[in-house]
């Protein structure tokens, strides 16, 4: 369910090492004024590991994703689920390695932290303001 949280069971780590987590970010453009640029940095949470053909089975790529690069991020954007790759291929989405400053590739994104651990850059450009939870879709 959009917006629900349920973290369910927490299991040790050290017996399940294989286990595959999956979680999302929400926005929500609330200004008076259309938001312009808008970068979306997300920083691997610690001892996770990003799945780079995590979505190799659906939703459906986007047009503009290099069919040849593996999906590894899904996004649900502007009234369309669409699976990314986190390769520089033409769609919004990428991963960069631990280590990498995602401000190297993207001056304007703000991650609010080192990269340790990987990160996950959106490119979302221009939002309009929100007059509503959901409305416009593109908010």
């Known amino acids: 369910m959009v917006g629900a949280f349920n973290g369910g069971v927490v299991r040790p780590v050290s017996n399940y090492p294989a286990d595959s987590v999956e979680y999302s970010i929400y926005f929500l453009s609330a ?6 640029n808008v ?3 997300d920083l691997i949470p610690e001892n996770t590991t990003f799945v780079p053909d995590a979505y190799a089975s659906g939703p459906p790529a986007d047009p503009a994703a290099d ?9 649900d954007f502007n009234g369309s689920e669409r699976s990314l790759t986190g390769a520089d ?14 401000t190297t590739q993207f001056p304007d994104v703000t991650c609010d932290g ?14 309009p303001q929100a007059t509503g939870v959901g409305t416009p879709l593109n908010a």
Not at 89 to 102: C, K, T, W
Not at 114 to 127: E, F, K, Q, R, S
């Open 114 to 127: 080192p990269n340790t651990t990987g990160a996950i850059v959106l490119d979302l450009g221009n939002l």
């Open 89 to 102: 291929d033409g769609d919004i989405g990428y991963y960069l390695a631990p280590g990498v400053d995602p």
């Open 31 to 36: 200004g008076e004024v259309p938001a312009q």
């Open 39 to 41: 970068w979306v940095c």
């Open 67 to 75: 069919q040849t690069n593996l999906l590894g991020l899904a996004l």
